[in-house]
């Protein structure tokens, strides 16, 4: 799957994470090993997901997300926060 998918799923509320989730940590020199690694196009690790049905109690999120199926990130948030975070958010809003 493309990140831009993967992005695409984060801003339609389609992947979501679960409320358990521990917060960002990653300090700027992770951020630039995950950088350098995709520029290279060195395998940056996978994806653990869990399709559940939506329950607003599970999900930690701020905003209206529709209903039927989520897909809830269990393992790669860090990764998937980074690039996020590069990606779709201004430098003003998302700083390390």
């Known amino acids: 799957m493309k990140v831009s998918t993967i992005l695409d799923h984060i801003d339609s509320g ?7 989730q521990r917060g960002y940590v990653w300090n700027r020199d992770q951020v ?4 350098g690694s995709l520029y290279r196009r060195h395998p940056v690790g996978m994806l653990l997901v869990w399709a559940t049905k939506r329950r607003r109690q599970s999900i930690a999120a701020t905003v209206s997300l529709p209903g039927g199926v989520v897909k809830l990130l269990l ?15 201004s430098r003003q809003v998302f700083r390390w």
Do not use: C, I, S, W
Not at 14 to 20: C, D, I, R, T, V
Not at 32 to 35: A, D, I, S, T, V
């Open 14 to 20: 389609h992947m979501a994470l679960p409320e358990f």
């Open 32 to 35: 630039r090993g995950l950088f």
């Open 75 to 89: 393992d790669g948030q860090q990764r998937m926060t980074t690039l996020y975070g590069v990606v779709r958010v």
